[in-house]
């Protein structure tokens, strides 16, 4: 009993952690994207159809993200139940990465459809964004979006001397 109150615990750890990194863009990321709208140099035209894109997009992954809140809580429900059942568990974890990974593929459809609106030049900044962001993304791990420093970078920033996963820093 003791060790699937342990496996339980873990589980809704880690679900915990999966809600935080699908929170709403903060005031950083906001400026990010609208200095590469400024570095696109977009014609009005485009400017309006990638509006109306990003607000769909923004649409969507809310509800995205409700359905997917929604899913961990009866993940939950299953988990605290008097005899959890184990397929019904296993089937509900597959629907949440089901959903999960919907919303990763949504979010590189509309990369491409952004895409498909720029001119050459355009998509050389708009590729090196993704690239950028995709490093940027796989290095974040379990300490979020932010890099050993606190700020995005790594090495001896505003936080020298503090922890990192590795242990203190030097």
């Known amino acids: 009993m003791k060790a699937f ?19 709403q863009p903060g005031p950083a990321a906001q400026r990010g994207t609208m200095r590469l709208m400024d570095e696109l140099s977009l014609s009005a035209e485009q400017k309006k159809d990638i509006d109306k894109i990003i607000a769909n997009t923004m649409k969507e992954q809310i509800d995205r993200r409700a359905s997917i809140g929604k899913a961990r ?7 605290r139940a008097e005899s959890p059942n184990q ?16 919303a990763r593929v949504a979010r ?3 990369w491409f459809v952004v895409n498909r ?8 900044i708009w590729k090196q964004a993704l690239e950028r962001h995709m490093a940027f993304g796989n290095r974040a791990g ?15 920033g505003p936080m020298k001397g503090g922890m990192d996963r590795r242990g203190p820093r030097r």
């Open 5 to 23: 109150r342990t496996v339980v615990l873990f589980g809704l750890a880690g679900a915990l952690f999966a809600a935080l990194s699908y929170a």
């Open 73 to 79: 809580v009866d993940l939950r429900e299953l988990l």
């Open 87 to 102: 397929s019904a568990i296993e089937k509900k974890l597959g629907e949440i990465t089901q959903m999960e990974s919907q």
């Open 108 to 110: 590189l459809n509309t």
């Open 117 to 124: 609106l720029l001119n050459a030049d355009q998509q050389k």
């Open 142 to 156: 379990m300490r979020g979006r932010m890099d050993e420093d606190g700020f995005g970078r790594r090495g001896d």
